[in-house]
């Protein structure tokens, strides 16, 4: 959420595991963001992924570019409040893909909405909150979702130099399929230790409440992985 500064930027890769009533799948997902200013950022996400039970191993399922722009930076002392807005598409180019949720791996799907958050030395804040706009995930039928996150961090650690520090998530998601009585909403817990310029992170979503007959949401899903910063 918030700019590290002209010419800096992160690296991460995740490793994920989703289990749906219709399929399981694993994913390997590799995603970088560079600051081309102190307010205008972009990213660019290549997931793999392969079916369980697939004899295929790891395929390149779309292509993810989005880019942020910072519309507010208010500092006070010891926290800061940013405001961001946010646009994203995803290319498709897997030879076949036919249920991959929206709120994750999208097909043809492009995003745009906004982000606002506070951190501070004792807890940090972010909400996500946009429409995603998915074209073929059946044949010839578009859909329109809106997606709301709601993100708490907890730093378990006081601040020290080299960095050191835990930090505790606690993340709220909430999909509704705008022309379809079709919504979920999801709850995930997570732990993040940074070491200097390293972060090792783990996370665990799982689903509280479906409304509407849609399957193909994931029931569960877990994951962890490393992030850089350059």
């Not at 995003?111 to 429409?131: N, P, R, T």
């Not at 006081?158 to 919504?183: D, G, H, M, V």
């Not at 007959?213 to 910063?229: A, K, M, Q, V």
């Amino acid at each position: 959420m918030i700019m590290l500064g002209q010419g800096n930027g992160t690296s991460r890769v995740l490793y994920i595991y989703s289990n749906a009533d219709r399929f399981n799948a694993r994913y390997i997902m590799p995603t970088i963001d560079y600051n081309l200013t102190n307010k205008i950022s972009l990213e660019l996400g290549l997931p793999f992924q392969q079916y369980i039970g697939s004899s295929k191993n790891f395929k390149l399922s779309d292509i993810m570019i989005s880019g942020k722009y910072q519309n507010l930076k208010v500092d006070f002392h010891g926290k800061t409040i940013r405001i961001s807005s946010k646009i994203g598409h995803s290319f498709y180019v897997a030879k076949q893909h036919g249920h991959i949720r929206p709120s994750g791996t999208m097909i043809w799907g492009s995003y745009g909405g906004v982000i606002v958050g506070m951190e501070s030395l004792k807890l940090g804040v972010i909400g996500d909150f946009g429409f995603i706009y998915v074209r073929d995930i059946f044949p010839q039928q578009n859909e329109t979702f809106f997606q709301g996150k709601l993100s708490f961090g907890f730093p378990m650690l006081k601040p020290i130099f080299p960095i050191r520090q835990l930090n505790l998530y606690l993340e709220s998601e909430l999909t509704k399929q705008i022309n379809a009585t079709s919504s979920v909403f999801y709850l995930a817990p997570g732990i993040q230790y940074v070491f200097g310029e390293l972060a090792f992170e783990f996370f665990y979503q799982r689903q509280i409440l479906q409304y509407g007959n849609n399957n193909y949401y994931p029931n569960e899903t877990f994951g962890g992985g490393l992030r850089f910063i350059y």
